[in-house]
């Protein structure tokens, strides 16, 4: 089993986009995979169809201890991919665990005997460092970085790092930073080009060949609550996507390698100043 949370605290770079739809992927291609919904924004959730608000069928009611993991879990239009969804009340779930021992692992605590179904376990991440992203670390084993391909791409990267690094030390010694995922590239950019380039210089081989363009198809998919692949199975949107996963997949080929994050965290963080 693999697991793998999509992070980074800059809002907007294409996490939910890439965490819904590699799953989606993965699962087209057999695997069974659970998508998690951390995210409070339930963003992940309503692209694929799933909307609980309201009927007290989220994460947060697991993580409450009001319902049993099998009485949340659900499945989506796609064989084999099921979710742990999320909804609005999640956002109150950072301040009422403030005070709760073992804040962190929570989440891990109620979904561990769950995690072991699947093949993949890909958990979508709000846009901070707060507690749920937390929980998210110390239930995977591998971070995925959605970088969107514009001007403050590694703005914040160093931040990231550090947090990583604490977790590493601090409560899971398995985490590894495995993979960097350029998303919403335009090539006709010189811009777009540079921070590519800036991007591959600061994570070298730990990004992945494949670039996510800009589709607008990516865009639309979400208020249809499908993934790209049923919404527009022709678009770039969904070339990208399978290729990414198909390069995700081959990862296991080869022995995943982290990054190495400390010479990394001293790279000038803000690069194109
Ligand atoms: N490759 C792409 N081409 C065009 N639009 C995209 C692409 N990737 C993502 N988008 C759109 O950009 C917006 C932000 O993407 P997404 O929601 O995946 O980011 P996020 O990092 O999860 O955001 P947040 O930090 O708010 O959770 C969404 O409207 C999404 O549909
Ligand atoms: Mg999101």
């Known amino acids: ?28 291609l057999g695997k069974k995979v659970l998508l998690i919904d951390l995210d409070p ?22 993580i409450c201890g009001k319902k049993k993991v099998t009485e949340i879990l659900t499945k989506t239009a796609i064989s084999g991919l099921d979710m742990i969804p999320s909804d609005i009340d999640l956002a109150s779930a950072e301040i009422e665990l403030v005070n709760t021992v073992g804040r962190e692992t929570i989440v891990k605590f109620y979904l561990d005997e769950l995690l072991d179904k699947y093949d993949y376990v890909l ?28 001007f403050f791409a590694l703005q914040g ?14 409560l899971n010694s398995s985490l590894e930073i495995t993979g960097i995922i350029p998303c919403m590239y335009d090539s006709r950019t010189k811009l777009g080009t540079a921070v590519l380039d800036k991007i591959k210089e600061y994570f070298e081989d730990k990004v ?66």
């Open 41 to 62: 924004q339930a963003n992940m959730s309503m692209h694929l169809g799933i909307n609980v608000n309201g009927k007290d069928l989220s994460i947060y009611q697991l």
């Open 1 to 28: 089993m693999r697991s793998i949370a999509f992070i980074n605290q800059k809002g907007g770079v294409g996490k939910t986009t890439s965490t819904a739809n590699v799953g989606a992927c993965l699962a087209t």
């Open 123 to 150: 958990i979508d991440c709000p846009p901070s460092l707060g507690l749920l992203t937390l929980n998210a670390l110390t239930i995977v084993n591998e971070i995925f970085i959605p970088v969107q391909t514009e």
């Open 157 to 170: 990267v160093s931040k990231l790092l550090q947090t990583f690094d604490v977790i590493k030390k601090r």
């Open 208 to 273: 992945f060949a494949t670039t996510i363009r800009k589709n607008v198809k990516l865009s639309e998919a979400p208020s249809h609550g499908m993934p790209i692949i049923t919404y527009a199975p022709d678009s770039n949107g969904t070339q990208d996507y399978m290729a990414l996963t198909k390069e995700i997949i081959a990862q296991e080929k080869n022995t995943i390698k982290g990054v190495k994050v400390k010479q990394k965290a001293e790279i000038r963080e803000h690069a194109f100043n």
